[in-house]
Nanobody, 123 residues
Framework: QLQLVESGGGSVQPGGSLRLSCVGSGFTLRYYGIGWFRQAPGKEREGVACISIRPNNTYYADSVKGRFTISRDNAENTFYLHMNNLKPEDTAVYYC????????????????WGQGTQVTVSS
């Protein structure tokens, strides 16, 4: 059974950094597109950063370009979201997700989801 478990969320001051991790089990990560999404209260779930396969493309939302980095360690079946220079508007529940292709960094493209981890940016 495919499972994704996130960790690394928490509270941080503006300008701070966090690293989110997503550990996969029950499948081989190298064959999947990966993505990080977030959902703030009262808002739609939005794609933050994704890596598709076939073609191998990386996408970042405009709001996080230059601050967030998505990476993967296929040997560990784990992928990450490195978040720097965090802002209050980054506050949300963050979800990791995988898909056989993940051609677009949108919710409807991804079939498998983690449980979510809260990130709060506040002074």
């Amino acid at each position: 059974q495919l499972q994704l478990v996130e960790s690394g969320g928490g509270s941080v001051q503006p300008g701070g950094s966090l690293r989110l991790s997503c550990v996969g089990s029950g499948f081989t990560l190298r064959y999947y597109g990966i993505g990080w999404f977030r959902q703030a209260p009262g808002k739609e779930r939005e794609g933050v950063a994704c890596i598709s396969i076939r073609p191998n493309n990386t996408y970042y939302a405009d709001s996080v370009k230059g601050r967030f980095t998505i990476s993967r360690d296929n040997a560990e079946n784990t992928f990450y979201l490195h978040m720097n220079n965090l802002k209050p508007e980054d506050t949300a529940v963050y979800y990791c997700a995988v898909d056989h292709f993940g051609l677009e960094c949108v919710r409807r493209e991804y079939d498998y989801w983690g449980q979510g981890t809260q990130v709060t940016v506040s002074s």
